[in-house]
């Protein structure tokens, strides 16, 4: 694909998250980027989001779809359990991947999906779009620069008010493979990953203390990092939106980043950071250290819109994504491993 090729995108699964979201703030604003197809289950629901991005191809199946030879990429937005089979259909079908997460429900159908976009030569993206964030960007350079000294411990939270809705796939474990773990925590352990590096052990409680469907409303997962860094990651169904502080925490031995505002899907947030300073007084006896605060707001970046020029440039420059699907099947094995950790009350070691 050449510099100036546009990458016309299909959509499989156009509502949810793909209407309220990637399509409006990634897919439609993005540089080279053009929507030429959607798909999805209700004939008058797809016609419906067909007409409002003026789109004049649509499809109920993902298999008319993928045989349309204008579509160069397809971005997958299907409940959970339709992730693998859609994105190894995809891949046999010769088009570029982006897929929401988790990119499937098991190790093995991972690994298969990865195989499967290898042996055809198309790129696999997946959809952690937190790592885009302004906020986070700039976060992970103040650590790399060794501003918080030596990282230490971080904490992602992410937290809504989910009730029983009939219906509900994310409520179904067979559908959704989870609850609060498997749809928010993936985020955060994905976010503490790109800052400390690989997880090593997990330790975790998951339990259902609100609600009466079958997965987790509750979840606390401690992470040990290959680097010694310790990670805490929680999520729960039945907090109030309004209450739901959704904190990125990181602390080192200079000082720490508290991010507010960033985990979820908002552009928007600002940091503050509390970095160890040396006061000079008349001479070095004279001299201490003290903490001082910075407030930093870096120039907002749509997480969506930067996913999706991503996408393209890896597409294009032939680059492996920042978000690939190596990266989603070692965030997958973190949360199997918090599952097992709090089935069998055992801390779990990953290899």
């Known amino acids: 694909m050449t510099e100036t090729e546009v990458v016309k995108f299909g959509v499989i699964g156009c509502g949810g998250i793909a209407d309220r979201r990637t399509i409006p703030e990634g897919i439609i604003p993005a540089k080279k980027a053009k929507l030429v197809a959607v798909m999805g289950i209700g004939e008058e629901r797809v016609k419906e989001v067909a007409r409002k991005y003026g789109v004049k191809k649509y499809y109920l199946n993902e298999e008319d779809l993928l045989k349309d030879r204008e579509v160069d990429a397809v971005y997958i937005a299907t409940p959970n359990y339709l992730h693998a089979k859609q994105a190894i259909a995809a891949a046999n079908a010769g088009k570029h991947i982006l897929c929401e997460k988790p990119l499937a429900l098991t190790v093995e159908d991972c690994e298969d999906v990865i195989v499967a976009c290898r042996k055809n030569n198309v790129k696999l993206q997946v959809g952690f779009m937190m790592r885009f964030h302004a906020c986070h960007q700039k976060a992970l350079q103040m650590i790399k620069q060794g501003l918080i000294g030596q990282p230490v411990m971080g904490r992602a939270q992410l937290t809504c008010w989910y009730p ?67 990670g805490i990651v929680d999520n729960f169904f039945n907090i109030p939106d309004a209450a739901a502080q959704n904190r990125l925490e990181i602390y080192g031995t200079k000082g720490c980043i508290l991010a507010d505002g960033t985990i979820g899907q908002e552009s928007t947030g600002k940091l503050k950071v509390y970095i160890e300073e040396e006061e000079r007084g008349y001479d070095a006896s004279q001299r201490r250290k003290t903490i001082g605060l910075r407030e930093i707001t870096p120039e907002p970046v749509n997480m969506y819109k930067a996913e999706i020029e991503h996408f393209i440039k890896c597409i294009r420059e032939d680059l492996e994504p920042m978000n690939s699907g190596f990266e989603a099947l070692k965030n997958l094995k973190v949360v199997l491993a918090a599952y097992e950790s709090s089935k069998t009350k055992r801390r779990v070691i990953l290899d």
Not at 199 to 208: G, I, L, M, P, R
Request: proline share 4%; charged share 20%.
């Open 164 to 230: 029983e809705i009939p219906g509900a796939w994310r409520q179904n474990p067979e559908l959704g493979g989870g609850g609060a773990l498997m749809d928010m925590g993936i985020h955060c352990i994905d976010l503490l990953r790109m800052f400390f590096g690989e997880v090593v052990e997990v330790s975790a409680f998951t339990d259902t203390i609100t609600f009466s469907y079958p997965v987790e409303d509750t979840s606390i997962v401690t992470l040990k990092f290959d680097n010694n860094t310790y």
